[in-house]
């Protein structure tokens, strides 16, 4: 199993540049299952996560062919499988996105119950009720989401509680639906604009995407496009957090500036001055990094996948800050690590309270989630010696080639067995 090792103390300077982003190209590729015709994808981030759902796609029939500047070609002529298995799903809760899209234009799909990150339950009860209400019959059974209807019908569901994917699912689906759907209550995130941005481009008639309301009017069918994945915020936000904790200054380029800006307010609130130059993002060490309160929330608030990376940062900042998780009820299972690192956080229900500046020491440590693994990184960069981080398999479900990008910056970071 692959570690990284990482001499912490090293100051970064430079340019690196963000991929595409994983939540926004998993989705756009459960999507080509939506018509016969070729879509091409370009701007796919090498991760896990994506070889992971065109290994998905490939069992259930479609012919992908990869390009080498990061880019696919993927056709689903027919299906030759209307299962998504358990050895695959088990790795990647997004492989659920196959569900919407198989039933809106097969009619029928056996998606087993995801896997991915301990983060909670994360159960897809609002994808189910969804789709029930637009007319699919589902059953659950010996682990597996089992449904089929003869033609999905349009009509109006409004979302309990805000999903990503739960929303993505049921927008897809709602494509090829007889008669109009209006979602309400949906999620806001830009991945969720961009894939209606790649539905569109495919015949889809999609209105409101980006707000509480969206809705969709059925197509007999949709054809191919071509559509480019926006950049991956997420990532973005991971290496501006690396300037603030160790930059001379560190330049983050091609990133989707306006996506950004949840982020980039949060990182100026404890005192990080981030400069922008076009799609560039620039931050180096503060003259004074101060404690600052984070609550995370559905876009347009902080996102939860950049609240471990924030955490970090907060470790050197003077004083107390409280960080508290709203969306994710079990994704404090980093401070464990950080605290062996010498760092001083206190869990307190939903919150965290944070003390610093606190002396971190290398360590051997364990990532326990996509961006648990990430927040370690930026950890090990900061602290004094050497760590460790075991489970690196996490880090590359989401994380384009770190310690490549990372040693370009000036870090001295290897992976090791």
Do not use: W
């Amino acid at each position: 199993m692959d570690k990284l090792r990482i001499t912490g103390g090293k100051t970064l300077r430079g340019r690196v540049a963000v991929a595409g982003a994983k939540n926004a190209a998993l989705p756009a590729l459960a999507a080509t299952l939506l018509t016969g015709d070729r879509v091409e994808l370009h701007n796919l981030p090498r991760v896990r996560d994506v070889r992971t759902m065109l290994r998905v796609l490939a069992q259930l029939g479609a012919q992908a062919e990869a390009r080498p500047d990061g880019g696919a070609d993927v056709r689903v002529d027919r299906i030759e499988s209307f299962e998504a298995p358990y050895d695959l799903v088990k790795t990647m809760r997004a492989s659920v996105l196959v569900l919407g899209p198989l039933l809106a234009r097969h009619g029928r799909a056996r998606v087993s119950l995801p896997g991915g990150c301990a983060l909670g339950e994360r159960p897809i009860d609002l994808h189910i009720e969804a789709l029930r209400k637009l007319g699919a019959e589902i059953t659950l059974q010996h682990g597996y989401v089992e449904a089929k209807a003869r033609r999905l019908r349009g009509g109006r569901y409004d979302f309990r509680t805000k999903t990503v994917t739960g929303t993505e699912n049921l927008m897809m689906a709602a494509t090829l639906a007889e008669g109009t759907t209006i979602l309400g209550n949906c999620a806001r995130e830009p991945e969720v604009i961009d894939l209606a941005r790649l539905l569109g481009a495919m015949g889809a008639s999609i209105h409101g995407a980006g707000s509480d309301e969206i809705t969709i009017e059925g197509r007999e069918r949709l054809h191919g496009a071509r559509h480019r994945v926006i950049p991956d915020r997420i990532e973005a936000g991971t290496y501006l957090v690396a300037g603030a904790l160790i930059g001379d200054p560190v330049e983050v380029t091609g990133c989707d500036v306006e996506a950004m800006r949840p982020i980039v307010r949060q990182l100026e609130a404890a005192g990080v001055a981030i400069a922008v130059e076009g799609d560039a993002l620039r931050a180096g060490v503060p003259a004074k990094l101060t404690g600052q309160d984070l609550r995370t929330a559905p876009h347009p608030g902080y996102p939860t996948d950049m609240q471990a990376q924030y955490m970090t940062l907060m470790t050197q900042a003077a004083g107390t800050s409280v960080v508290t998780e709203t969306v994710f009820e079990h994704r404090f299972m980093h401070v464990g690590e950080l605290l062996r690192m010498g760092a001083d956080i206190r869990i307190q229900g939903r919150s965290c309270v944070v003390v610093g500046p606190s002396r971190l020491t290398g360590a051997q440590v364990m990532a326990t989630d996509l961006r648990a693994s990430a927040c370690l990184v930026l950890a090990a960069l900061a602290a004094d010696g050497v760590s460790v981080l075991d489970r690196v398999y996490h880090l590359d479900r989401g994380y384009e080639a770190m310690e490549e990008k990372l040693r370009t910056l000036g870090a001295e970071v290897e992976r090791i067995r």
